[in-house]
């Protein structure tokens, strides 16, 4: 401790150098707080000669947010490293029949320079055919490995014809599952107002962990399984729906999960997720991403191309201009649609014999003090679903 008061000491007094007589910038950089706390970040910060984001997004609000006093003390030092996965594991060990496939056709050099996979570009149109149809092959062949996987573990049996809609990744409010809880009773509403013509049949797997502390995290957990039980027993779906909460979620079943994808559901409040790296391995094994501009998003955007890719929701420059007239309540008023869903999950349809017991995710969504607006991306992120469904 004496060793970092000393270092704080050498510090201030380069900031009083860079602006002499304001105290207030002293006092906001002190690695000291006023309690007598160490802030470990700024440590970190002055002892490092590089310091970088993990998504250029995130660098950059990095620089204009948290760390902006230190950026402008020493721009040179902030940098971006956008997070990245290895091929080697999620394709080659993950989806071998995959890896064949393309080495046949473009040669092994894409194992070590991603970038080659641009060749596979060239086999569209009906000369190619031949190869459209091995793809297809074994993305099925993917598609029943992942439903063995889910019949094992959820008891729940997949539609390999069905579109597997999947989202699996830590359980918080940031990344948003409940927006997607929110979609799935959307669905189960329209199926149960005779709109089953226009819903595509999706198999949609959820899995995740909840910190222990976290009460949030666990109860959207249960909310996700009580919608499943409700709708997976329901005559009427018919086969058009089918939702499976993943238990146990981990790596392992990741090398199963990402090459049996259809669509990746990356759908965080923008400006919150850093980088994200399932989006990676599910893009890597050819699911087609639904999300905000949030994170690495942004780079696998540039990447595929808009018409690969089914953005929505506001922006993060936009999530802070709305925040301080943010009206949830106003949102659900002007959506009929909206306010449908919220009255089957405030109805206890979900939620039988506990009632109450999802009262603090509605109370959640309905504050204006929400961190993750969630109302307000809802509109946005049905249309965006609804594309999913043409283009299927």
């Known amino acids: ?234 005559p009427d779906i018919d086969g058009h729906l089918k939702v499976a909460f993943f238990p146990n979620y981990n790596v392992s079943a990741m090398e199963v999960i990402a090459p049996g994808a259809d669509l990746s559901e990356q759908i965080s409040t923008a400006g919150k997720e850093a980088s994200g790296t399932g989006n990676m391995k599910f893009m890597m094994n050819g699911a087609l991403t639904i999300g905000t501009y949030d994170g690495a998003n942004i780079e696998i955007l540039d990447a595929v191309g808009e018409d690969n890719f089914f953005l929505f929701g506001l922006r993060a420059e936009e999530i802070e201009a709305l925040r301080p007239q943010y009206d949830p309540r106003a949102i659900v008023e002007a959506d009929a649609e909206l306010r449908g869903v919220l009255d089957w999950l405030q109805s206890g349809l979900f939620n039988s014999v506990e009632p109450g017991v999802f009262d603090p995710i509605i109370n959640s969504l309905l504050d204006p003090d929400d961190p993750w607006m969630t109302i307000a991306d809802f509109r946005s992120y049905v249309d965006a679903q609804n594309r999913v469904s043409a283009c299927w």
């Open 1 to 234: 401790l004496e060793i970092i008061y000393e270092i704080n000491t050498r510090f201030l007094r380069e900031v009083a150098f860079h602006a002499p007589g304001d105290t207030g910038l002293q006092q906001r950089m002190s690695i000291i707080d006023e309690h007598g706390h160490v802030r470990m970040a700024y440590l970190a910060l002055v002892a490092s000669y590089s310091v970088n984001g993990v998504a250029a997004l995130h660098s950059r609000l990095l620089c204009e947010g948290l760390f902006r006093d230190f950026y402008a003390l020493w721009p040179e030092k902030f940098n971006n490293k956008t997070n990245g996965i290895t091929p080697r594991r999620w394709m080659l060990h993950a989806n071998p029949a995959l890896s064949r496939l393309i080495s046949t056709h473009i040669g092994e050099d894409w194992i070590v320079d991603l970038g080659q996979l641009q060749k596979i570009a060239a086999f569209t149109g009906e000369a190619h055919r031949e190869f459209q149809s091995d793809w297809n092959t074994v993305k099925q062949l993917n598609k029943q490995r992942l439903i063995k996987l889910v019949e094992h573990e959820c008891g729940i049996t997949f539609d390999s014809e069905a579109l597997f809609d999947v989202q699996v990744k830590r359980i918080h409010e940031y990344k948003r599952q409940i927006l997607n809880a929110l979609h799935i009773i959307h669905l189960y509403r329209q199926l149960k107002t005779g709109h089953a013509a226009d819903c595509v049949p999706r198999c949609i797997l959820i899995g995740g962990k909840a910190a222990p502390g976290y009460e949030m995290a666990k109860l959207t957990i249960k909310l996700i399984n009580n919608i499943a039980a409700v709708i997976n027993a329901d």
